[in-house]
């Protein structure tokens, strides 16, 4: 099958400027939908179309992983095959490829949309939190795994140490200590599947059910599902300009255990804490026996100025849990993250890590080992850090040219996304859902908001621009400015 051909076919048709790995998959389902691409067939194996193709391997990956997902394909051993897709759009297995054990048995059902509108399961543009996958220096990390996977041995392949592999909690150690000024030693480094594995640590092992937990509010969904989940109490701390504003009332009456804090970039609206609240956290946390959490999601990004120091190595033994991650700076899929967790807590902190966490993913870790020490992952941060940079920039003069009067960007100064307010009189979710069938997924600020009287004071959105070019982001700010227009009321 020519598949260029395909492809170009289908860019004509399109009602918007597609990706190559978007439009790959686009054009494979609607070939699949159409029954030109019949049942059994085995599609081209990724290398092989990444080379026809000329485009990243990681496009087609991410093309036919998304078929896998929706029941169009199978992921076989003999390769990616065509499922049947019968006259309601639900894709069935083919008899001559039995389906992978780990791909779903029932597929989801796919509905064919009007014109201008896509899957909503597939809404991808804007979206927050992605990194620009097609830029990832693919050849780099995989010869980086196949150099480590070349040194394994037998007793490597057992239950390593639940702390992570010593060559990677080494490398963390190090590479913190000089990007982020945090005060550790490598047994104080603990790997886990990410944040959100973190989180669930913290909540489990560092407090008690009915005990209270501080969220930022706005803040990240993630810790308050956590928390939640653990049974704490969750407290909602007002965010302003300087970060967190914990009152002196709030000390006394609703004292914490844990405090929840993304101080160098707030997760959504972007500010950063202040020196003052750093400082002064750390010592009343210490005053109550609380633990301060310190999420360091996205600092390696900041695009003005180097990453800010973080709040664990502003004191000695500072009530401090730090978390980072690797999802934003590499990729999602690697599932790797860490813990630092105080010296003095490091030797019942494992013994309880032990009970609860079974490492593995060796090859990968000592990949990631490799990676930090050679370089190779302090070159990928600049280029990256260069490249959010321009696209932050022409998400803003998108905003600025297709929305004035109608959209606010707030002050940020790095990461993956940007928060706006939505000045229109619009509800923000409303405006998220008539977008989402436009292909553009704006996460609203609202949802962010743990009760209803703060939800109503944010009413905007958080957009993500890894992944868009600025000629790109240009055409879609332009579809949103008209959606926003066709649901103002008429005397606007």
């Given at each position: 099958m020519?598949?260029?051909?395909m492809m170009?076919a289908?860019?004509?048709?399109a009602?918007?400027k597609l990706t190559?790995?978007?439009?790959?998959y686009?054009?494979l389902r609607?070939?699949?939908?159409d029954?030109?691409?019949g049942?059994g067939?085995?599609?081209?194996s990724?290398?092989a179309?990444?080379?026809q193709l000329?485009i990243?391997?990681?496009s087609?990956?991410?093309a036919?992983?998304?078929?896998?997902?929706e029941?169009f394909v199978?992921?076989?051993r003999?390769g990616?095959?065509?499922?049947?897709v019968?006259?309601?759009g639900t894709a069935?297995p083919a008899q001559?490829a039995?389906p992978h054990?780990?791909?779903?048995?029932?597929?989801?059902r796919?509905?064919?949309?009007p014109?201008?509108?896509?899957?909503r399961?597939?809404?991808?543009?804007?979206?927050p939190?992605?990194?620009?996958?097609?830029?990832?220096?693919y050849a780099q990390w995989r010869?980086?795994v196949?150099?480590?996977?070349?040194e394994?041995?037998?007793?490597?392949?057992?239950?390593?140490?639940?702390?992570?592999?010593p060559?990677?909690?080494q490398?963390?150690a190090?590479y913190?200590?000089?990007?982020?000024?945090v005060?550790c030693q490598?047994?104080?480094v603990f790997?886990t599947?990410g944040?959100?594995a973190s989180l669930d640590?913290?909540a489990r092992?560092?407090?008690d059910?009915?005990?209270?937990a501080?969220?930022?509010?706005?803040?990240?969904?993630g810790?308050?599902?956590?928390?939640?989940?653990a049974?704490?109490?969750?407290?909602?701390m007002?965010?302003d300009?300087?970060?967190?504003?914990?009152r002196p009332?709030?000390?006394?009456?609703r004292p914490?255990r844990?405090?929840?804090?993304t101080?160098s970039?707030q997760?959504?609206?972007?500010?950063v804490?202040s020196?003052e609240r750093?400082?002064?956290?750390?010592e009343q946390?210490?005053?109550?026996?609380?633990w301060?959490?310190?999420?360091d999601y996205d600092?390696?990004?900041r695009?003005?100025?180097?990453?800010?120091p973080?709040i664990?190595?502003?004191a000695d033994?500072a009530?401090?849990?730090?978390?980072?991650?690797f999802s934003?700076t590499?990729?999602p899929?690697?599932?790797?993250?860490?813990m630092?967790v105080?010296?003095?807590?490091?030797?019942?902190f494992a013994?309880a890590?032990?009970t609860l966490?079974r490492?593995?993913?060796?090859?990968e870790?000592?990949a990631l080992?490799?990676?930090?020490e050679?370089?190779?992952?302090?070159?990928?941060?600049?280029?990256?850090?260069k490249?959010?940079?321009?696209?932050r920039?022409?998400?803003?003069?998108a905003?600025?040219?297709?929305?004035?009067g109608m959209m606010t960007?707030?002050?940020?100064a790095g990461?993956?996304?940007l928060s706006?307010r939505l000045d229109?009189?619009?509800a923000?979710v409303?405006?998220?859902e008539?977008?989402?069938?436009h292909?553009?997924?704006?996460?609203p600020?609202?949802?962010?908001?743990?009760?209803?009287?703060?939800a109503a004071?944010?009413?905007?959105?958080?957009?993500?621009?890894a992944?868009t070019?600025?000629?790109v982001a240009?055409?879609?700010?332009q579809t949103?400015a008209q959606?926003v227009?066709?649901?103002l009321?008429?005397s606007?």
């Amino acid at each position: 099958m020519d598949y260029a051909l395909m492809m170009a076919a289908y860019a004509k048709r399109a009602v918007r400027k597609l990706t190559q790995q978007d439009l790959l998959y686009e054009s494979l389902r609607r070939s699949i939908l159409d029954g030109d691409i019949g049942r059994g067939t085995r599609l081209a194996s990724s290398r092989a179309l990444a080379e026809q193709l000329g485009i990243a391997r990681n496009s087609v990956l991410y093309a036919y992983e998304r078929l896998v997902e929706e029941g169009f394909v199978s992921a076989t051993r003999h390769g990616s095959v065509v499922n049947a897709v019968n006259a309601g759009g639900t894709a069935t297995p083919a008899q001559t490829a039995p389906p992978h054990p780990g791909t779903p048995l029932l597929a989801r059902r796919v509905r064919e949309l009007p014109p201008r509108r896509a899957n909503r399961d597939g809404a991808r543009a804007l979206r927050p939190g992605v990194p620009a996958l097609d830029q990832f220096p693919y050849a780099q990390w995989r010869s980086a795994v196949e150099r480590a996977l070349r040194e394994l041995r037998a007793h490597d392949l057992g239950y390593g140490d639940s702390a992570g592999m010593p060559a990677l909690r080494q490398a963390i150690a190090q590479y913190v200590r000089v990007s982020r000024g945090v005060r550790c030693q490598p047994e104080q480094v603990f790997v886990t599947d990410g944040t959100q594995a973190s989180l669930d640590l913290c909540a489990r092992i560092f407090a008690d059910e009915g005990e209270r937990a501080w969220i930022e509010n706005p803040g990240y969904l993630g810790a308050r599902v956590s928390f939640a989940a653990a049974g704490l109490q969750l407290v909602p701390m007002s965010v302003d300009a300087a970060g967190m504003a914990a009152r002196p009332e709030d000390w006394r009456e609703r004292p914490p255990r844990l405090i929840y804090l993304t101080p160098s970039h707030q997760y959504p609206l972007g500010c950063v804490l202040s020196l003052e609240r750093r400082l002064a956290l750390i010592e009343q946390a210490r005053a109550c026996g609380a633990w301060i959490i310190e999420d360091d999601y996205d600092s390696e990004l900041r695009h003005d100025g180097p990453p800010l120091p973080s709040i664990q190595g502003l004191a000695d033994d500072a009530p401090v849990i730090y978390l980072g991650t690797f999802s934003k700076t590499l990729f999602p899929a690697l599932r790797i993250g860490f813990m630092i967790v105080p010296q003095r807590v490091v030797a019942p902190f494992a013994q309880a890590h032990l009970t609860l966490v079974r490492q593995g993913r060796v090859a990968e870790q000592l990949a990631l080992a490799d990676f930090i020490e050679s370089g190779r992952y302090s070159r990928h941060l600049r280029r990256m850090r260069k490249l959010y940079e321009e696209r932050r920039d022409g998400l803003v003069a998108a905003i600025d040219k297709h929305l004035a009067g109608m959209m606010t960007v707030s002050a940020d100064a790095g990461g993956m996304h940007l928060s706006v307010r939505l000045d229109a009189p619009l509800a923000d979710v409303e405006v998220s859902e008539a977008a989402r069938a436009h292909g553009l997924q704006l996460s609203p600020l609202s949802a962010y908001c743990l009760d209803a009287p703060d939800a109503a004071r944010y009413n905007g959105f958080l957009l993500g621009y890894a992944e868009t070019p600025p000629r790109v982001a240009d055409t879609l700010i332009q579809t949103l400015a008209q959606i926003v227009r066709e649901r103002l009321p008429a005397s606007r």
